[in-house]
């Protein structure tokens, strides 16, 4: 007989997925002690640690339990498919992930257009800066993710999406922003605020070293709209990749964006994978369609 249910590998799965058994909880809007028992009871059935606890950052989960979770979610897909009512079209869950200063400019337009193409899917949504999104695809607690391509670790699947082309941001009515193209070495004389997300920041100080400048940076922010009002309140310049529609900061003050000219490489936008077979790619490849068809109105 079959000793494992559906709902101890839904509890365990959610574990995952949100870090911890009193995340776990909170999404599914069951007790913590339940999911805990969830992981005990399959930890006894396997004989196997499934989770080791990281001190103030929750449950991590073992080898085995990053192995068990892929089969569990193979499972749990199925078994959404097979609780459907036959209608035609995708159906199941699916999680994407998404860099911090990419998402609120690209992913809800993208959401919106999926959501009327593949109503009977279900995306939770984890944003996040590229180090905590590569641990997550590591241990399959989400799905895919859209982010920068720099130089990330080899042990996830890695499918390009565009190329987006680094700019100055300056004040508005900064001297500078009286040229159509600007230098990075110009841009070095100027006090610089930087972002500061891991692989973000090595990436725009690389560019400059590479126009064989040193930029003097005076302030950083891993937040993409602090850097964007510190550059409109007169506080510095700034290099950025990610462009709002409109060049205005939070406080309503006004930015200028010019193009960088010279020798500067562009960042590739991606989706990433978990390496090997994902129990939601016929999903992936659904919501891989929208993520390029949006990136191809903007070229």
């Known amino acids: 007989m079959i000793q494992v249910t559906l709902r101890q590998l839904e509890y365990f799965a959610a574990a995952v997925r949100h870090g911890g058994a009193a995340r776990g909880a909170e999404a599914l809007n069951v007790s913590q002690p339940s999911i805990s028992k969830a992981i005990a009871d399959l930890e006894a059935l396997w004989g196997e ?21 892929r089969q569990a979610s193979v499972l749990l897909q199925q078994a959404a498919a097979l609780s459907g009512q036959g209608t035609r079209g995708l159906e199941g869950a699916l999680t994407l992930g998404c860099l911090s200063t990419l998402a609120p400019r690209h992913v809800p337009a993208i959401l919106s257009r999926f959501a009327q193409d593949h109503p009977q899917i279900t995306v939770r949504l984890q944003e996040g800066d590229t180090e905590a999104l590569i641990r997550q695809l590591e241990r399959g607690s989400i799905d895919m993710a859209l982010m920068y391509d720099l130089g990330l670790a080899r042990s996830v699947r890695v499918e390009p999406v565009a190329d987006l082309w680094p700019y100055a941001l300056l004040p508005w009515g900064h001297r500078l922003a009286t040229h159509s193209t600007i230098r990075l070495t110009e841009l070095a004389r100027e006090p610089l605020v930087l972002i500061n997300l891991p692989h973000s920041r090595a990436y725009f100080v690389s560019l400059f070293r590479m126009a064989g400048a040193t930029p003097n940076i005076v302030a950083e922010s891993a937040s993409l709209e602090m850097v964007r009002a510190m550059v409109a309140n007169g506080l510095g310049v700034s290099v950025l990749t990610t462009r709002p529609a409109r060049d205005v900061a939070y406080d309503g003050k006004r930015l200028a964006c010019r193009r960088l000219r010279g020798n500067v490489i562009a960042q590739s936008v991606a989706l990433v994978y978990p390496a090997g077979e994902g129990a939601a790619d016929h999903l992936c490849k659904a919501m891989a369609g929208t993520v390029r068809a949006h990136f191809a109105k903007l070229e």
């Open 49 to 69: 640690r499934l989770f080791v606890r990281q001190h103030a950052q929750g449950l991590e989960p073992t080898p085995a339990g990053v192995r068990r979770f």
